[in-house]
Structures are given as structure tokens and as C-alpha cells.
């Protein structure tokens, strides 16, 4: 209509700027499920505690706060009853130089059996009215009404004993989740990354080697048995954050 109108127009500028700006939204319009970033800080040697389970901490005071950065742009936290009981985080969005106030995203916690402790800060703090449970059958039905009474509980299907999660991400998005971020242990980061569910990584790389084989990796699951079916990241971006290693990279563009 402008070009008709005898108008100059010129297309496409800024325009992967733009898709970037908007990947989320536009994800969620088109598919009515969240944008997932899969985000972990590890060391060079992809480990994220140590046997034992200690990771406090594994990048600088500077990275870590970059990551509330991430939460803070995010419609909804996912972490796991294992992160839950070992860590009890209480995944907010904490001010620091990079958020300028306090912010709370919906935190959801994958809990087939309903073992979240009733002392854990997502139970027990101010803003327990952003909390949902997701449990499975596996969950007692006392355990489950205990839950209620403190938060959100959503009762889900399960694959083999665990939270499907394609129902999940379905579910979020027919309420209005537009994005989300994993912050799971190994084997959440797995089952979203191997399930094709996620479509951003946002790892957070410390230059430090952990070693140990029975030290906790940031992403487990089964694995691989062919390099043919790695999984590939495009557009990838690297940055320095005061010496750690922020790499952040597309699985997918759907």
C-alpha cells in the first residue's frame, strides 16, 4: 500500500534483532506453548556440583548476576524437587547492577511424588501465591491436599513415573506462560534438551575443571549414541561476564 502510494520502503532491517526481541511472544502465538531456555552454570568440564553435591559457587558473583537478568525477562521459573530439597532456592529475581527491583515469576517445580519439604522457601515464603506444584499420581492424595493448602498444584500425566511434559508446556501456555526457564538438575536439562522440547541455551561456563565421575553433570539424561543425532546450535553468542563464560545459542526456530 506505502509503495503504491509512491512511498520508499525498505524491509528487513534489524530484522534478527527484532525476531530476537520478540522470540518469545511470537513462539507462543503461533504454538500456544512457553519459549524454553535451558540455563546452567557449570564448569569446563560440564559439572555443576561436586559428588557430595556442594556447587556454592561455580562462576563469579557478576555471571550469577546476570542470570537473575535472564529470570527477570522470563514469564515462568521450572526447577526440580531434587534442586528443591538439596539447594532450597527461592528463585526470585533479586535487585543487583543488572535488575533494577525485585520481581517474582511464576516458579513451577516438577514434584511427581510430592516431596517438597513444607519448610522450602517456594512453600513458605511471601510469595507462595507464585507457586505451582506439579505432581503425578505417584503423589498421595494427603500429601497432595497438604500442598494445597500452601500453593497451586497441578496433578499431570506421567512417562514412566515422570511429569509428561509436553502436556506441561501446553498447559502453561493455555495460561498465559509466554516464556520459560529450566533450571533444572541434569536430568530435567536432559529431558527438555533430548525431548525437543527446548528451544535456547543459556550456559553459563567457569574457568575451573571439576573432574570426578560421579560429579553431578549439567546435562545427563541417556545421552547420545550417534553424532549424527547431536544436538546443534545456531546463532550462537559468546560474552565475557568478568571471567566467566556466558554462551547462549538456538536449538530451534518454531
Not at 531456555?37 to 561455580?58: F, H, P, Q, R
Not at 506421567?158 to 501446553?170: A, H, I, M, Q, T
Not at 501456555?173 to 533450571?183: A, D, N, P, Y
Request: aromatic content about 6%; hydrophobic content about 45%; glycine content about 8%.
Amino acid at each position: 500500500m506505502l509503495r503504491r502510494a509512491g512511498v520508499d520502503v525498505t524491509s528487513g532491517i534489524l530484522e534478527s534483532e527484532a525476531t530476537r526481541l520478540n522470540e518469545a511472544f511470537n513462539h507462543w502465538i503461533v504454538n500456544k506453548t512457553p519459549f524454553v531456555t535451558v540455563k546452567a552454570a557449570m564448569t569446563l568440564d560440564g559439572k555443576v556440583a561436586t559428588s557430595s553435591g556442594e556447587s556454592k559457587w561455580i562462576t563469579g558473583e557478576k555471571a550469577r548476576a546476570w542470570a537473575m537478568h535472564l529470570r527477570e525477562g522470563t514469564g515462568a521459573v521450572l526447577a526440580g524437587v531434587n534442586t528443591v530439597r538439596a539447594d532450597d532456592p527461592a528463585l526470585t529475581v533479586r535487585p543487583n547492577e543488572f535488575v533494577r527491583k525485585l520481581k517474582v515469576p511464576r516458579r513451577v517445580i516438577l514434584d511427581s511424588s510430592g516431596r517438597t519439604p513444607a519448610t522450602a522457601k517456594v512453600l513458605s515464603d511471601r510469595f507462595v501465591s507464585q507457586t505451582t506444584i506439579v505432581v503425578t499420581r505417584r503423589a498421595t492424595q494427603n500429601r497432595v491436599r497438604a500442598l494445597r493448602r500452601r500453593v497451586n498444584v497441578l496433578v499431570a500425566p506421567d512417562v514412566e513415573g515422570r511429569v509428561n511434559l509436553s502436556w506441561l508446556l501446553k498447559r502453561l501456555g493455555k495460561e498465559g506462560v509466554t516464556s520459560l526457564v529450566v533450571e533444572g538438575g541434569g536430568e530435567i536439562n536432559a529431558a527438555f534438551l533430548l525431548g525437543g522440547l527446548a528451544h535456547r541455551v543459556a550456559f553459563f561456563y567457569a574457568p575451573k575443571v571439576l573432574c570426578g565421575r560421579d560429579a553431578i553433570k549439567a546435562v545427563a539424561g541417556e545421552g547420545i549414541s550417534w553424532m549424527d543425532a547431536v544436538i546443534k546450535l545456531q546463532e550462537v553468542e559468546y560474552q565475557w561476564v568478568e571471567g566467566d563464560l556466558f554462551m547462549t545459542g538456538l536449538l530451534n526456530r518454531t
